[in-house]
């Protein structure tokens, strides 16, 4: 027993070596350690001009991985009035989200900008009779996608905002609501309605990059206007120092 224990000293010193030598080694060959730098995609709603539903709409904006047939980020929720305008005119700034967190695996991802639109009234849109003023119904509406690897390289040059129009697909049967992204995505035409116009959703992108309280230091008037810091699910592939996750 005291011999393996002797082995057992012997070749834990000679690896504590070897992982010596190794990092100074790349300290003499310049080749320090890099921590990858994070990304971070800043939606902004400008406005809403498919406005022929005449009701109040809540638009939910998150990011999609096609591969992995999931969603990787929380959902962001904008609420407007039947004009088109913020519901609430006080939160009027509140339109912009900031989807944090992103790696560089995350961007090479095939990912997706969805936005889903809901509409709070009518039980059907095209009912004309008038019910109860008080009973409203949160019903589909449509949908509106946008390829990150058709916008990657122009926002990444960029460093303002990039302005972008998002035509809004109506669902043919509720049923298939919950996968209307996909089959937008797949140009499975049957299941969906393409708007008679090419408006929709009209919304800016930057892409910003560094830990968040760079990014803060360098984007005062971005997180001024309150913007809503939307985080990716799960935990973020590098954890900065001096943060903490719960296990």
């Given at each position: 027993m005291y011999f393996v224990f002797l082995q057992h000293l012997s070749s834990r010193h000679s690896l504590q070596q070897s992982t010596t030598q190794g990092e100074n080694s790349r300290q003499r060959h310049g080749e320090p350690c890099r921590v990858p730098v994070p990304h971070h995609l800043l939606v902004n709603l400008k406005s809403f001009t498919y406005n022929s539903i005449g009701e109040d709409t809540d638009i939910f904006f998150s990011l999609y991985d096609l591969r992995e047939g999931k969603t990787i980020s929380?959902?962001?929720?904008?609420?407007?009035?039947?004009?088109?305008?913020?519901?609430?005119?006080?939160?009027?700034?509140?339109?912009?989200?900031?989807?944090?967190?992103?790696?560089?695996?995350?961007?090479?991802?095939?990912?997706?900008?969805?936005?889903?639109?809901?509409?709070?009234?009518?039980?059907l849109l095209n009912d004309s009779k008038k019910g109860p003023a008080h009973v409203q119904y949160r019903r589909p509406y449509g949908c509106a996608v946008l390829a990150m690897s058709d916008v990657l390289q122009i926002i990444s040059?960029?460093?303002?905002?990039?302005?972008?129009?998002?035509?809004v697909y109506t669902c043919n049967n509720e049923n298939e609501w919950y996968q209307i992204h996909e089959n937008i995505i797949r140009k499975s035409s049957t299941k969906y309605t393409a708007p008679s116009t090419n408006y929709g959703l009209i919304i800016s992108l930057q892409l910003l990059r560094g830990d968040m309280d760079q990014v803060r230091r360098e984007n005062p008037l971005i997180f001024s206007r309150g913007v809503a810091i939307t985080r990716k699910l799960g935990f973020p592939d590098v954890i900065m120092p001096g943060e903490s996750h719960p296990t």
């Amino acid at each position: 027993m005291y011999f393996v224990f002797l082995q057992h000293l012997s070749s834990r010193h000679s690896l504590q070596q070897s992982t010596t030598q190794g990092e100074n080694s790349r300290q003499r060959h310049g080749e320090p350690c890099r921590v990858p730098v994070p990304h971070h995609l800043l939606v902004n709603l400008k406005s809403f001009t498919y406005n022929s539903i005449g009701e109040d709409t809540d638009i939910f904006f998150s990011l999609y991985d096609l591969r992995e047939g999931k969603t990787i980020s929380e959902k962001f929720m904008v609420r407007l009035n039947k004009s088109g305008g913020p519901k609430n005119p006080e939160k009027v700034d509140r339109l912009c989200a900031l989807f944090t967190d992103l790696s560089n695996k995350d961007m090479k991802r095939d990912l997706y900008i969805v936005s889903q639109v809901i509409r709070t009234g009518r039980m059907l849109l095209n009912d004309s009779k008038k019910g109860p003023a008080h009973v409203q119904y949160r019903r589909p509406y449509g949908c509106a996608v946008l390829a990150m690897s058709d916008v990657l390289q122009i926002i990444s040059e960029l460093k303002e905002e990039k302005d972008f129009v998002l035509k809004v697909y109506t669902c043919n049967n509720e049923n298939e609501w919950y996968q209307i992204h996909e089959n937008i995505i797949r140009k499975s035409s049957t299941k969906y309605t393409a708007p008679s116009t090419n408006y929709g959703l009209i919304i800016s992108l930057q892409l910003l990059r560094g830990d968040m309280d760079q990014v803060r230091r360098e984007n005062p008037l971005i997180f001024s206007r309150g913007v809503a810091i939307t985080r990716k699910l799960g935990f973020p592939d590098v954890i900065m120092p001096g943060e903490s996750h719960p296990t």
